[in-house]
């Protein structure tokens, strides 16, 4: 064990008045919660990859919206003119 799971150890063993199985049992279930507790966190390349990815799109969607919008002012241009 590590020096950090001694000082546990000892404490469930004292406070909680378990035996040296449940208290090591005790201890392990506590550092394999907190192994989990980090799995699912964001990483910094993470969340910068889907910012980029993220503005990627919204500057196709807003050149599609300018392409539709032009067209359609083209469009309503040349109509006012035919007529």
């Known amino acids: 064990m590590e020096p950090l799971n001694f000082k546990l150890y000892d ?9 040296d199985t449940d ?9 394999e ?3 989990h507790r980090f799995e699912n966190l964001a ?10 990815e993220t503005k990627f799109d919204i500057l196709k969607w807003i050149f599609l919206f ?5 067209s359609i ?3 309503i ?3 006012l003119i035919k007529k």
């Open 11 to 19: 404490l469930a063993r004292a406070k909680l008045n378990l035996n």
């Open 23 to 31: 208290a090591m049992e005790f201890v392990s279930s506590i550092h």
């Open 33 to 35: 919660l907190q192994d």
């Open 43 to 52: 990483t910094k390349e993470f969340v910068s990859k889907e910012l980029s």
């Open 66 to 70: 300018w392409v539709g919008q032009m």
């Open 73 to 75: 002012t083209l469009g």
């Open 77 to 79: 241009v040349l109509l």
